[in-house]
Antibody, heavy 121, light 106 residues
Framework: QVQLQESGPGLVKPSQTLSLTCTVS??????????WSWIRQPAGKGLEWIGR???????DYNPSLKSRVTISVDTSKNQFSLKLSSVTAADTAVYYC?????????????WGQGTLVTVSS | DIQMTQSPSSLSASVGDRVTITCRAS??????LNWYQQQPGKAPKLLIH???GLQSGVPSRFRGSGSGTDFTLTISSLQPEDFATYYC?????????FGQGTKLEI
């Protein structure tokens, strides 16, 4: 059974770049059956889809974040990553990585446990 | 973006009750609607896909229905572990958007 695990700094200064990695275990990230996604959730609030990447490297981003987001994949390490630039306090949230089914595009069937990122000086 | 609106925002119920949560899309999304359950401090868990499909391993007391703009999640007999927050999500078009959540409380 696939497992996903987020990692990265829990504290980022305003205007800097947030960087997170998701390590996939129990399955290959190179499969053509899934996209690999990032979602975030501010404390006490709802879920926001950030974007996703396919094994080929093709990406889809939320237009509201597109100018600041980069998602990349490292198939040799079975990892994918999120970079969010020019962060502000509004980017403080729990960040989740998740698996997204190609056959049911957008359907997130496996999630990491989430990692809290706080933007503060 | 497609806006998803859930009602109610919170709901009090008891073990054994039947409850229904509603999700409305700002435009038609066919059947491209998923439901997730989130326990406090945990990641969301997929319950229902494409409006009515029960995700593997999810108990049959969870049932999804609807199409177009109006959808419902029904839990037929609440169990203690069902008290959580529920989110709908449209996958009709990107960016994929979620409802604001419905908190199911005892």
């Amino acid at each position: 059974q696939v497992q996903l695990q987020e990692s990265g700094p829990g504290l980022v200064k305003p205007s800097q770049t947030l960087s997170l990695t998701c390590t996939v275990s129990g399955g290959s990230i190179s499969t053509d059956s899934y996209y690999w996604s990032w979602i975030r959730q501010p404390a006490g609030k709802g879920l926001e889809w950030i974007g996703r990447i396919y094994t080929s490297g093709s990406t889809d981003y939320n237009p509201s974040l597109k100018s600041r987001v980069t998602i990349s994949v490292d198939t040799s390490k079975n990892q994918f990553s999120l970079k969010l630039s020019s962060v502000t306090a509004a980017d403080t949230a729990v960040y989740y990585c998740a698996r997204d089914q190609v056959a049911l595009t957008g359907t997130l069937d496996s999630w990491g446990q989430g990692t809290l990122v706080t933007v503060s000086s | 973006d497609i806006q998803m609106t859930q009602s109610p925002s919170s709901l009090s119920a008891s073990v054994g009750d039947r409850v229904t949560i509603t999700c409305r899309a700002s435009q038609t999304i066919s059947v491209y609607l998923n439901w997730y359950q989130q326990q406090p401090g945990k990641a969301p868990k997929l319950l229902i896909h494409v409006a009515t499909g029960l995700q593997s391993g999810v108990p049959s007391r969870f049932r999804g229905s609807g199409s177009g703009t109006d959808f419902t999640l029904t839990i037929s007999s609440l169990q203690p572990e069902d008290f959580a927050t529920y989110y709908c999500q449209q996958t009709y078009s990107r960016p994929y958007t979620f409802g604001q959540g419905t908190k199911l409380e005892i």
